[in-house]
């Protein structure tokens, strides 16, 4: 390892078992009463209503472990011009996933998530241990966690309003980074009020692949850093802002479809710069969101940005109580390479552009359904599987899933 870099992680960690040693000596709380804010009463296990999952208590409430879990099977129905494996119409499960989290005075977590529906085997998505060395204003996280780089990635899934992200965050977290990644966090927030949150990451960078998702030792001989500031003046705004700098080994980076037609592709390698902004408003039943990434390879000549602008409206009740949400997501997404060895083939064309008309129907807050049609074009056919379709330039896709948590 570089000396800079030793030296980093050196002080690094230093802090982090300063603070830690500093939490360890300071005033304790007594052993028989529970601390502020623990539930002494009531059941000791039972399952939390709206979807919270199963829970079970220690007598004197500060000890917690909770069970949840969802499941998303989903139906997909396209034009057969995408030149895909599978069929159309065709069933498939996204997600099905199961959840472990443990607490103990508030202040020290473990969490776990295996999700079973990869086709290869079941995966670990995250998992990691969280000790609050200030409480609210100084946590630690090691472990493999979500990268606080995009804010819609920093959603789980079964609270996406959408049934896929947007392409332009699809085809970063195909790279190493901005998914889950194993590293280590420092997170807070820097005022009492709770308006400015700060997230500091560092992770392996690792190359991840099909087989290994990211969970292997770093193979790469420079880490990844990520950082992000969140801003919430009010209940009813938050603006957010992230960074990246990584060095990559040799990839490739693919914007896709909907359907999974991969559109262009470019190679990239060596520094990436990458920024994220996003915003948030929810202005009675109306929600409005936008989110913005760019990355810059510069070292490849490519580069790529791209996000959406989204509008959703509440008609009837909400998700905790069940409710009725139409909404209107509009996404760009393009590329660009320098030079030919940034290019698998000759890149014909580069932007894609999709409009997705949806809608979120609450049974209750345990069981949704969710209706996307989605309409997508392009400036050109692009270099991979859309090159070979009649009517590259036009696909529509519709996604219906049907969702229960616990």
């Known amino acids: 390892m570089k000396s800079n870099s030793l030296r980093a992680f050196t002080f690094f960690f230093a802090l ?13 709380a007594p052993a028989n009463p529970a601390p502020a804010g623990a539930a002494e009463a009531g059941p000791n296990v039972g399952v939390t209503p709206k979807g919270g999952g199963l829970f079970i208590k220690s007598d004197d409430g500060r000890a917690v472990v909770r069970l949840m879990g969802y499941a998303q099977p989903t139906f997909i129905a396209t034009a057969e011009s995408n030149k895909q494996a599978y069929k159309v119409p065709s069933f498939f499960v996204r997600r099905a996933r199961a959840d472990f989290k443990a607490e103990y005075d508030s202040l020290y977590t473990l969490f776990f998530e295996y999700d ?25 996280r090691m472990g493999k966690y979500i990268q606080p780089f995009s804010a819609e990635n920093l959603r789980s899934s079964r609270a996406l309003e959408t049934v896929e992200r947007f392409q332009a965050l699809g085809a970063l ?17 820097l005022d009492p009020e709770k308006q400015v949150k700060y997230f500091l990451s560092v992770n392996n960078g690792s190359l991840a692949t099909a087989s290994n998702g990211g969970d292997v030792r770093d193979n790469n001989s ?8 969140e801003f919430s003046p009010g209940k009813i705004f938050r603006v957010g802002v992230a960074g990246d700098y990584d060095k990559e080994k040799a990839q490739t980076l693919s914007v896709k479809s909907y359907s999974g037609a991969t559109f262009d592709t470019l190679h990239v390698y060596g520094t990436r710069i990458a920024l994220d902004v996003d915003l948030h408003s929810q202005l009675n039943n109306l929600g409005l969101e936008a989110e913005w990434l760019w990355a810059d390879f510069s070292d ?7 996000g959406y602008v989204q509008a959703g409206y509440w008609v009837k009740g909400s998700e905790a109580e069940g ?19 940034a290019a698998s ?10 409009a997705t008309l949806g809608v979120n129907y609450w049974m209750n807050g345990w069981t949704r359904w969710q209706l996307n049609l989605i309409e997508e074009t392009t400036s050109k056919k692009g270099n991979v599987t859309y090159a070979a379709a009649d009517d590259g330039r036009f696909l529509p896709t519709l996604f219906a899933q049907f969702q229960i948590k616990f």
């Open 300 to 306: 490849t000549g490519a580069s790529m940005n791209g």
């Open 116 to 140: 079973g529906g990869p086709t290869a085997a079941t995966s670990l998505v995250e998992g990691y241990a969280q000790a609050a060395l200030v409480k609210n204003y100084l946590n630690f």
């Open 16 to 28: 982090t078992a300063a603070a830690t040693a500093v939490h360890a000596q300071g005033p304790q």
């Open 173 to 189: 977290v195909g790279l190493s980074a901005f998914d889950a990644k194993i590293g280590a966090m420092l997170f807070g927030t």
């Open 222 to 229: 420079d880490k990844d850093y990520i950082g992000r500031f």
């Open 323 to 341: 409710g009725i949400e139409p909404l209107l997501r509009l996404e760009y997404t393009s590329v660009s390479a320098d030079h030919p060895p």
């Open 345 to 354: 083939t000759e890149v014909d064309g580069s932007v894609l552009m999709s």
